[in-house]
Nanobody, 115 residues
Framework: QVQLVESGGGLVQTGGSLRLSCARS????????MGWYRQAPGKQRELVAI???????RYGDSVTGRFTISRAKARDTVYLQMNNLKPDDTAIYYC?????????WGQGTQVTVSS
């Protein structure tokens, strides 16, 4: 069974930085796309950033220029470097991997940005 283990969330002040990590363990099959979504209280889950197997990234409009996604294929791990954080970035961040036609989700990690 595929598991996605997230780490790196926490509390940071406006303008600060955090780095999230998500590592896959278990299961079979290569990862196609892998990335991050987030959900703030009372809002729908939205795309933050995803990266394809060829390394091509895609970002949500609100994080472009501030966040960078990268991937270590050999370890099935994806990273999200978040800079210049804003209070609107406060949310639970979920890792997602697309493997053999299915979406797998992590448990989520809380990111809180204080003003």
């Amino acid at each position: 069974q595929v598991q996605l283990v997230e780490s790196g969330g926490g509390l940071v002040q406006t303008g600060g930085s955090l780095r999230l990590s998500c590592a896959r363990s278990g299961g079979t099959g290569g990862i196609n796309t892998m990335g991050w979504y987030r959900q703030a209280p009372g809002k729908q889950r939205e795309l933050v950033a995803i990266i394809a197997v060829n390394g091509e990234p895609r970002y949500g409009d609100s994080v472009t220029g501030r966040f960078t996604i990268s991937r270590a294929k050999a370890r099935d791990t994806v990273y999200l470097q978040m800079n210049n954080l804003k209070p609107d970035d406060t949310a639970i961040y979920y890792c997602k991997a697309y493997i053999l036609g299915r979406d797998f989700w992590g448990q989520g990690t809380q990111v809180t940005v204080s003003s």
